[in-house]
Nanobody, 122 residues
C-alpha cells in the first residue's frame, strides 16, 4: 500500500520559515518523483515543487523559487520542503504527492497523502 505521510505544517508570521517532511512507503522511492501540491478553498490545486531522486532533478514554480527548497534523504525515503520568507499567499493545505513520470510532477500526481496546513499571518 502506497503511503505518503506529511508533517511539519503550522502557523507562522510572514517572513518566517517552516519545513515540511514527507515519508514515503509502499513503493520503490527512486521510481517516483515526489513533491508537494497545495490547495486553498475555492482555488485550483497548484504544484509547488517536486524532485526525482533517480534523475537528480528538481522542479519548482516561479513564485517559490529562491524561497522554497526541496530535497530528499533517500536512505529514509523522505522528501523535505524547506520554506523560507513565507508570505500570506503561501497559506494552504500542502499535500505530498508521487508520480512515476517526473516531467509531469508539477502538474499531476498518481498518489497523494493527507494534507498538512500551513498558515502564514501578515
Amino acid at each position: 500500500e502506497v503511503q505518503l505521510q506529511a508533517s511539519g505544517g503550522g502557523l507562522v508570521q510572514a517572513g518566517g520559515s517552516l519545513r515540511l517532511s514527507c515519508v514515503a512507503s509502499g513503493f520503490t522511492f527512486g521510481d517516483y518523483a515526489i513533491g508537494w501540491f497545495r490547495q486553498t478553498p475555492g482555488k485550483e490545486r497548484e504544484g509547488v515543487a517536486c524532485l526525482s531522486s533517480s534523475e537528480g532533478s528538481t522542479y519548482g514554480i516561479d513564485s517559490v523559487k529562491g524561497r522554497f527548497t526541496i530535497s530528499s534523504l533517500n536512505a529514509k525515503n523522505t522528501v523535505y520542503l524547506q520554506m523560507n520568507s513565507l508570505k500570506p499567499e503561501d497559506t494552504a493545505v500542502y499535500y505530498c504527492t508521487a508520480i512515476r513520470f517526473h516531467q509531469l510532477c508539477l502538474y499531476e500526481y498518481e498518489y497523494r497523502g493527507q494534507g498538512t496546513q500551513v498558515t502564514v499571518s501578515s
